[in-house]
């Protein structure tokens, strides 16, 4: 079945650096666009970065504007999402989700917390 697994989350440094992954599987990955968001606690879910199924063009939320690189390699079918300069507002579950044309599908989510 079609499914997204995140990972790569953790407790982080301000000023540091992690790179998330979602592991696709299930469809063909190299069809859809790839999208990351993220939801802190008592907040709602914010589209953090999107990039076409190409990979060649990205979009960002102007908060993560030149800190993070959303990127894709189809043939692992993965995307990856490279978060640099990490601030304490960037706290929350990153989720990827695949842009199908019949509605979206969520990965399950992985933590990440910045605190020095």
């Known amino acids: 079945q079609v499914q997204l697994v995140e990972s790569g989350g953790g407790l982080v440094q301000p000023g540091g650096s992690l790179r998330l992954s979602c592991t696709a599987s299930?469809?063909?990955?190299?069809?859809?666009?790839m999208s990351w968001y993220r939801q802190d606690s008592g907040k709602e879910r914010e589209l953090v970065a999107t990039?076409?199924?190409?990979?060649?063009?990205?979009t960002y939320a102007d908060s993560v504007k030149g800190r993070f690189t959303i990127s894709r390699d189809n043939y692992k079918d993965k995307a990856y999402l490279q978060m640099n300069d990490l601030k304490p507002e960037d706290t929350a579950v990153y989720y990827c989700?695949?842009?199908?044309?019949?509605?979206?599908?969520w990965g399950q989510g992985t933590q990440v917390a910045v605190s020095s």
């Open positions: 990039l076409t199924s190409d990979g060649r063009r990205a």
């Open positions: 299930g469809f063909i990955f190299a069809m859809y666009a």
């Open positions: 989700r695949a842009e199908f044309w019949s509605g979206p599908v």
